[in-house]
């Protein structure tokens, strides 16, 4: 279980930005209230790390099914555009081939193994469905700066209340 965690906990992106960044700590309730209330059961990996080889319960197949939970959670609460969403199919898919390759050296040679059981055995993608709000669910807005400095406002614009005496021309302005 420990060398198939941390090969997936150590994947990168093509930018080399760690893939797991997002799935290591719980969500912050006052950054995203809203996540607790669609994601029902929570998971991260270092919930994952600390059962590993402590837990005399954490089998191989509660193993696979908190891994698939996380991103589960993910692809559920995150939109598929997303970078987040991106991460968790790419881990997924990669521990799922990885998964495959050392059942079958524990069944020696003869095939997977089918020790997944649960929810998440389905395929990377097609194991939750999309979380669709009944009502709009107002995210909160992420400010991204890129490059240096960024612009900033010189004056402050207001409309003037009340129209000028002196720019009386003669004509109706509305």
């Keep these: 279980m420990q060398k198939l965690y941390d090969e997936t906990n150590a994947l990168k992106s093509e930018l080399g930005e760690d ?12 950054t995203f209230p809203d996540y607790y209330v669609i994601i029902k059961r929570p998971m ?10 402590k837990d005399t319960a954490f089998t191989l197949t509660a193993f696979r099914a908190d891994m698939h939970q996380v991103w589960d959670n993910a692809r559920t609460y995150n939109e598929e555009a997303s970078w987040v ?5 790419e881990m997924q898919e990669f521990f799922d081939k990885r998964w495959d390759e050392e059942m079958a050296k524990l069944n020696g040679g003869n095939g997977s193994a089918d020790v997944s059981g649960g929810p998440s055995a389905a395929p990377s ?15 909160p ?18 409309p003037d209340p009340t129209p000028s005496e002196s720019s009386d021309d003669g004509d109706d302005d509305y």
Excluded: C, H
Aim: aromatic share 6%; charged share 25%.
């Design 19 to 30: 893939l797991n960044q997002f799935f290591i700590k719980a969500v912050d309730k006052k």
């Design 44 to 53: 991260t990996m270092n919930q994952i790390k600390k059962r590993i080889g």
């Design 85 to 89: 969403y991106a991460a968790a199919e």
């Design 125 to 139: 993608g097609t194991s939750t469905p999309m979380f669709k709000p009944l009502e709009k669910v107002t995210m």
């Design 141 to 158: 807005k992420i400010k991204l700066s890129m490059g240096g400095g960024g612009s900033k406002r010189l004056e402050n614009i207001s």
